[in-house]
């Protein structure tokens, strides 16, 4: 098992900054891959990024692309998403996930341990 606690969501205004945490604990050793996920209201959970636990690979949706970096401080079992030029549209609560499998997929159905989530709003 493994446990992902999610931290660092806030009100900003647009064109600010965030930068959200997902710190892991448990069987950590068993992941391949850390990923970001989104849900606004009334809409599906989105892809954001995700990273190899080794933090050698990423990959973005092109919605976040050079806006978003994500990373991963090995020595805290933690994995940040560094969010830049947010906009109202980036509005959501965001999760992070981990994966066992290789592979960096997109789709929320491929991770396997989810965190409770934390509140992004972005005001205009």
């Known amino acids: 098992q493994v446990q992902l606690v999610e931290s660092g969501g806030e009100l900003v205004q647009a064109g600010g900054s965030l930068r959200l945490s997902c710190a892991a604990s448990?069987?950590?050793?068993?992941?391949?891959?850390v990923g970001w996920f989104r849900q606004a209201p009334g809409k599906e959970r989105e892809f954001v990024a995700t990273?190899?636990?080794?933090?050698?690979?990423?990959y973005y949706a092109d919605s976040v692309k050079g806006r978003f970096t994500i990373s991963r401080d090995s020595a805290k079992n933690t994995v940040y998403l560094q969010m830049n030029s947010l906009k109202p549209g980036d509005t959501a609560v965001y999760y992070c996930?981990?994966?066992?499998?290789?592979?960096?997929?997109?789709?929320?159905?491929?991770?396997?341990?989810w965190g409770q989530g934390t509140q992004v709003t972005v005001s205009s």
């Open positions: 996930a981990t994966r066992v499998a290789n592979g960096l997929p997109s789709r929320a159905s491929e991770y396997n341990y």
């Open positions: 448990g069987r950590t050793s068993s992941n391949y891959a």
């Open positions: 990273i190899t636990w080794s933090g050698g690979r990423t």
